[in-house]
């Protein structure tokens, strides 16, 4: 009888036991990834057009962004800065034809993109239109074309690989470390990309990196 009730309070202890590690355990677990959650109010950007690896024959594009915890203020544009509002600033660039391979890393590797990947400017009244046109009014223009609207229309453009950075600003156009990257491609119409030597590489293959 003894070593019965020996037995039956020994699973009752485990029990126990077991019931205070789900109660300590289990609510450190759900804290600990709560945590490591980003901030649902931290301002982020999101592209929702053209997307990242998009092929497309057209040479414009409508590029058009989610804007989330960042409020749009048009009637402050270049005025003093305020807690949470601003404007966006689209920076579209074409990849050079023929890129270093080492070099291609490094630049996309870079959150913003620097180095060679950086190739022409698509920021001017020429393909962005009335943003190009506030851009050049501005002097940002073959930087960034500035915009008040989550979107912007590029055209005009030749054929190649583009990387588009765009950027939340602050009402006096300095930007925030919030941003989004897409990259797309416009095709050629012959179908054929350029030649490269000396061991150089497309543009195109820079989608093999991201």
Excluded: W
């Amino acid at each position: 009888m003894s070593g019965r009730t020996s037995i039956v309070l020994a699973a009752a202890a485990v029990a126990i036991v077991a019931a205070a590690i789900v109660l300590l355990g289990g609510g450190a677990d759900e804290s600990s990834e709560a945590s490591a959650k980003p901030s649902s109010t931290e301002p982020s950007v999101q592209v929702i057009s053209p997307r990242n690896g998009a092929r497309q024959a057209s040479h414009a594009v409508v590029v058009k962004v989610d804007v989330r915890n960042f409020h749009l203020a048009p009637r402050h544009f270049g005025g003093e800065p305020q807690l949470g509002e601003g404007n966006l600033r689209f920076g579209l660039n074409r990849v050079p034809d023929c890129v270093d391979p080492v070099k291609l890393r490094r630049a996309i590797e870079s959150p913003f993109g620097k180095g060679r990947l950086v190739g022409k400017s698509f920021d001017f009244p020429r393909y962005a239109g009335p943003n190009g046109v506030l851009a050049e009014r501005i002097g940002s223009a073959g930087s960034y074309s500035p915009a008040t609207r989550p979107e912007i229309y590029y055209h005009d453009l030749r054929s190649g690989f583009y990387r588009l950075v765009i950027t939340l600003a602050e009402n006096d156009g300095s930007p925030t470390p919030f941003h989004g990257v897409t990259n797309f491609q416009v095709l050629n119409r012959s179908g054929y990309g350029p030649k490269c030597t000396g061991g150089k590489v497309p543009s195109v293959k820079a989608a093999a990196f991201e």
